[in-house]
């Protein structure tokens, strides 16, 4: 946050001099220290709403990223005009101002039952058999974060990928407030090995992967091709596991339902495993498209999803992309 209310025009200081980059460190977590702490003040539902306030202040002043909301929700809802895409804006910036000021109860939101209302489409054998885990897959919609207090009121042991920030001071603050979460948490880079071994001891694992990934296999969203992971996937077919997408929708304030939709199976199971990741995959994303579209101010695309010029079709690296988790 600070590093794009104060700090964008120090930017290119401060990943040279040390200093200044922890001063901005510094300043990042007194901002998030003091809304947090403020929220933490409130009930629940309250804070929510002071969250939603805060957001829809303060998220369309950070330029960039507001700039790439706008590039992701232009490409997601071709069919609204400038006005509308600008409105739908400010309402996702307030939705995540509200899981923002979420985090300090995230510990109620696991322990009031009214909170979460879990639905199940198809019997879900992790939760009959705690020897055959699976693997979650979700999106940056709603909170995102209450994917893993689904999985601890169904007993469900689990283990999620999240993103650490760039912030270290930040990440050891977010790290003590998703202790509530009841999961197990893994740094996302070089995770691949840690999940296997997380599965084949029979723990389910989680991962929030809407985003756009630097090494992926070219997935179709809402009409373009996006860089996605595959590793899902790969895993569920590598350990015979299934692979569970899991949507939330806030219903009010802080009240969720978290939906466990049928596990995803390839199409065609004589192809290679690559290729029936890869649909697996697209399958996955598809359903994202559908919740998108249910509730598109929720969706919290605060990095670029596609390049700039959407027309190439070349593996792109861009500094905004990254793998994202469940708890990120």
Known sequence: MAEFIVGNSLSKWA?????????????????????????RLLPIDMASRFGDSVGSWI???????????????VIAFPELNNAEIDELVIRAWGRSGR??????????????????????????EACENPTRPCVIVTAHQSNWEVVCSAMAKLGIRNVSLYSPPSNPLLDRMLLESRQALNSELLPRDNSARLLMRALKKGQSVAMVMDRRVDEGKFIRFFGRDKLSTIMPAKLALKL????????????????YRV??????????????ETTQAIDMIQQV???FENWIRQQPE????????????TTQQTEESDSDADTESCAS
């Open 240 to 255: 015979n596991c299934d692979l569970v997408p899991v949507q939330v929708e806030r219903l009010k304030d802080a009240h």
């Open 285 to 287: 994303h598809h359903q």
């Open 15 to 39: 990943r040279d001099h040390r200093f200044l980059r922890v001063l901005l460190w510094r300043l990042d977590v007194v901002v998030v220290s003091l809304i947090t702490r403020l929220a």
């Open 59 to 73: 998220g369309p002043k950070l330029k960039k990223k507001t700039a790439i909301f706008r590039a992701n929700m």
């Open 99 to 124: 899981v923002l000021a979420e985090y300090p109860h995230l510990d109620t939101i696991l322990k009031e039952d009214d909170r979460l209302i879990i639905n199940i489409r198809e019997p879900l």
């Open 259 to 272: 939906t466990f939709h049928p596990p995803i199976v390839p199409e065609d199971t004589g192809l290679d």
């Open 298 to 309: 929720d969706w919290f695309c605060s990095k670029r999803l596609w390049p700039k010029n």
